[in-house]
């Protein structure tokens, strides 16, 4: 069975920091593009980054630079260091996986969804 299970959300003040990580069991995870994407109170869901099985990432434009998405293959493990968090960037973040040879950050290219994990930015 196939399951992604998102951890490491909380709370922080802005300008702070948290790494959210995104464990997977149940397929090849070397075989599969993990996807990060999140949704804020009253918005639709958005992709933030994603990592094809060698390592190549793409980022959404609009995180000017202050994520960071990383794989593990011996833990079946990746991770999304988020850095300098603002109040926008509240939401539910959720891990997905893409059977595909190129990464995604379309919601409707993702295969299977993991329950997502809470991120609340304070100012």
């Known amino acids: 069975e196939v399951q992604l299970q998102a951890s490491g959300g909380g709370s922080v003040q802005a300008g702070g920091s948290l790494r959210l990580s995104c464990v997977a069991s149940g397929f090849n995870f070397e075989q599969y593009i993990i996807g990060w994407f999140r949704q804020a109170p009253g918005k639709e869901r958005e992709g933030v980054s994603c990592i094809k099985a060698r390592g190549a990432s793409t980022y959404s434009d609009s995180l000017k630079g202050r994520f960071t998405i990383s794989r593990d293959s011996a833990k079946n493990t990746v991770y999304l260091q988020m850095n300098s968090l603002q109040p926008e960037d509240t939401a539910v973040y959720y891990c997905?996986?893409?059977?595909?040879?190129?990464?995604?950050?379309?919601?409707?290219?993702?295969?299977?969804w993991g329950k997502g994990t809470k991120v609340t930015v304070s100012s």
């Open positions: 997905a996986l893409r059977r595909g040879l190129e990464c995604s950050l379309l919601e409707g290219d993702m295969n299977y």
